[in-house]
């Protein structure tokens, strides 16, 4: 099992930043990829950022690309997602998922954290 525990949301403006952690544990050695995704209300849960372990590629939603970063930090077993100039369409639920392939379909990740909300004001 891999055990996934995000922190780090809350509320700011828009054009704020907020920095989402996600602590990572148990079997890791089975997961390839960890990867950011947001769910709000009444809308389907979309892929935001994603990083293959394999090779360190990342990839973006075209709704993030520039705005947001995804990193980890291996020696710590913790994604990150730096999120800059925050926008009111970004408030939803974020969820960190680990899985084996590179991608941003919520149908190919295994594990999933509880997820931490993030709200922006306008």
């Known amino acids: 099992q891999v055990q996934l525990a995000e922190s780090g949301g809350g509320s700011v403006q828009a054009g704020g930043s907020l920095r989402l952690s996600c602590a990572t544990s148990?079997?890791?050695?089975?997961?390839?990829?960890l990867t950011w995704f947001r769910q709000a209300p009444g809308k389907e849960r979309e892929g935001v950022a994603g990083?293959?372990?394999?090779?360190?590629?990342?990839y973006y939603a075209d709704s993030v690309k520039g705005r947001f970063t995804i990193s980890q930090d291996n020696a710590k077993n913790t994604l990150y997602l730096q999120m800059n100039n925050l926008k009111p369409e970004d408030s939803a639920m974020y969820y960190c998922?680990?899985?084996?392939?590179?991608?941003?379909?919520?149908?190919?990740?295994?594990?999933w954290g509880q997820g931490t909300q993030v709200t922006v004001s306008s």
């Open positions: 998922a680990a899985g084996r392939i590179a991608s941003l379909r919520p149908e190919e990740f295994s594990y």
């Open positions: 148990g079997y890791t050695y089975v997961i390839y990829s």
């Open positions: 990083i293959y372990g394999l090779d360190g590629n990342t």
